[in-house]
């Protein structure tokens, strides 16, 4: 605590009587290494990215930040730092790589971070990283789904845009569409499988989908004609 307190002044008559932002940056690049694992790592953090602002030495913020991770105890210190890094990796440095390390280990740490999670998802969209962007939406559908049903549906669709645009795999896209029905009916994932079903030939999967529409309370007299007449034509088909 004395040895904290002695460099916290020594960081402040350099920054403030002075004026030297680079000498106050190094003394309180030892007080935050020290201070890891203490409660008052918050306000080293603080003070290092207040230097920051001043010197633009943004790389060696983030390569301290970084440094001392491993030795903050409490978790959700922890975690805040790793985002934080993220943050600055990303718009900072313009480092997409270290950015989605640092939300991976974020994850590792609380796999239900929602945080990391959309950061995650807007790095692998801007990169084109089609499967990996899959895989966090599949985790983020998971989680929205044990608060809001309108979100993971949300979610639901915009993955199965991907793999039935993007990556053109139909039968990804028709499983995703069928797990949107199973959240309730739904209008335009009804007329998407039914596209896609004829696109892959799948009658016998087109014939259910028309009869279980046919057999909703809702579907209007005029669909349900339209529904026959789709499933006479198949019928035809076969």
Known sequence: EVRLELLARAATVCEVSLADPARAFAYTSRGL????AEPSVDDWIARAERLTERTGSWAELVELERSVIPDILDEDKQVAVLLRVADLART????????KQCHRRALELR??????????????????????LIDVLKRRAEIAG??????????????A?????DLADRDRAIAVYEQILELGFDEPAVAALERLYAASSRWGDLVELHEREIGLDETTAERRAALHHALGRIYDKE
């Open 33 to 36: 290494r020290e201070a890891a």
């Open 146 to 159: 044990e608060h809001s049903l309108e979100a993971q549906r949300a979610i639901l669709y915009k993955q």
């Open 111 to 132: 796999p239900e971070e929602t945080r990391a999670l959309e950061a995650l998802e807007a790095l692998h969209e801007e990169a084109g990283e089609h499967e990996l």
């Open 92 to 99: 900072k440095l313009a480092d997409a790589a270290l950015a």
């Open 161 to 165: 845009k991907i793999c039935d645009v």
